[in-house]
Nanobody, 129 residues
Framework: QVQLVESGGGLVQAGGSLRLSCAAS????????MGWFRQAPGKGRDFVAA????????LYADSVKGRFTISRDNAKNTLYLQMNSLKPEDTAVYYC??????????????????????WGQGTQVTVSS
């Protein structure tokens, strides 16, 4: 029904940058908000960032504000996460996610795990010190 495929993860030293991508298929991409989550071993899946369906609004977890930027290219059905000034504590598997329903709001930026129904396979980001 909906398929999400992340890419761009890898090993980077502290202070470096990575750009993650999420290719979406199976629905009209521009109708839906999108989000990024991350999960470290033994921990829950934590919210990272969300973007509204038209890209006009975004929301970030406090831990990544000022360092990460979420964006989207609706013509390419692709979601991005630009990660700068990476820290060892950013090490995790990163997942892109899509909600089940389209919101009428152009500023809807869901931030809870249960707001989302579709998840990618995840991509590993490892930050060394």
């Amino acid at each position: 029904q909906v398929q999400l495929v992340e890419s761009g993860g890898g090993l980077v030293q502290a202070g470096g940058s990575l750009r993650l991508s999420c290719a979406a298929s199976g629905r009209t991409f521009s109708y839906y908000a999108m989000g990024w989550f991350r999960q470290a071993p033994g921990k829950g899946r934590d919210f990272v960032a969300a973007i509204s369906k038209n890209g006009g609004s975004s929301l970030y977890a406090d831990s990544v504000k000022g360092r990460f930027t979420i964006s989207r290219d609706n013509a390419k059905n692709t979601l991005y996460l630009q990660m700068n000034s990476l820290k060892p504590e950013d090490t995790a598997v990163y997942y892109c996610a899509a909600p089940k329903y389209s919101s009428a709001s152009n500023s809807y930026t869901p931030s809870r795990r249960w707001d989302y129904d579709y998840w990618g396979q995840g991509t590993q980001v490892t930050v060394s010190s």
